[in-house]
């Protein structure tokens, strides 16, 4: 595609449930991000993938949270046992290293 | 701990006018400053980006001045129009940590018309 593409949207989820998030990176990005914004904050950087390298977890805030990248593209992050301060914005970047960051329009996750 | 603080946290500026923002940063390691702007409901989008072997950088309306001795960058945006009316976010990466995006907290810019 023509950009970074994330999906669902939004997402509503009772609080104790798992959820998956996902990010479809521009085609040829070795780097993907994910970061955090809550309302009314900055974004906060989650984890980092680099081609085939060991992703870089330490944003990551407690181990609920997971992320994976299958086949260097495709991008999902999940949320175990989902808390209502899980509520956020959930953002997804892409680069060619070293380069501009594209951002996806994000995933709104509710927790309720 | 915030790595890159900016300032205000909102303002508003009449069309035509100059929108000032201003960020502060420790790290002397960074060396690429991007600015970011984001509308609601978007994800951000680079705006203009500097690196620290210049002083200024300038695209269409939009300015970044930077201070490499004070540590502190700003975004001057021209002849403010109400398209401008956006959240604009500064950051700031360096090579050594994988150009990890440090971001501020994030200006609310309002432009009337």
């Known amino acids: 595609g023509a950009g970074v593409s994330q999906s669902p949207s939004n997402k509503v989820t009772e609080k104790g449930k798992d959820v998956e998030l996902r990010c479809d990176p521009i085609?040829?990005?070795?780097?993907l991000y994910w970061y955090r914004q809550s309302l009314g904050q900055g974004l906060e950087f989650l984890i980092y993938?680099?081609?085939?390298?060991?992703?870089?977890k330490s944003g990551l805030p407690s181990d609920r949270f997971s992320a994976e990248r299958t086949g260097g593209s495709v991008s999902t992050l999940t949320i175990q046992r989902t808390q209502q301060e899980d509520s956020a914005v959930y953002l997804c970047?892409?680069?060619?290293?070293?380069?501009?960051?594209?951002f996806g329009q994000g995933t709104r996750l509710t927790v309720v | 701990q915030q790595q890159v603080k900016q300032s205000p946290q909102s303002l508003i500026v009449q069309k035509g006018g100059i929108s000032i923002i201003n960020c502060a940063y420790e790290?002397?390691?960074?060396?690429?400053f991007p600015w970011y702007q984001q509308f609601p409901g978007k994800g951000p989008a680079l705006l203009i980006a500097?690196?620290?072997?210049?002083s200024e950088k300038k695209e269409g309306r939009f300015t970044i001045s930077f201070n490499k001795s004070a540590k502190q960058f700003s975004l001057h945006i021209m002849d403010s129009q109400p398209g401008d009316s956006a959240t604009y976010f500064c950051?700031?990466?360096?090579?050594?940590?994988?150009?990890?995006?440090?971001f501020g907290a994030g200006t609310t810019v309002t432009v009337r018309a």
């Open positions: 970047a892409s680069t060619l290293w070293g380069g501009e960051a594209f």
């Open positions: 993938f680099q081609g085939n390298s060991a992703p870089d």
């Open positions: 790290n002397t390691a960074f060396d690429y």
């Open positions: 950051a700031a990466s360096h090579r050594s940590n994988d150009y990890k995006l440090s």
């Open positions: 500097i690196r620290p072997d210049v």
């Open positions: 085609s040829g990005h070795t780097a």
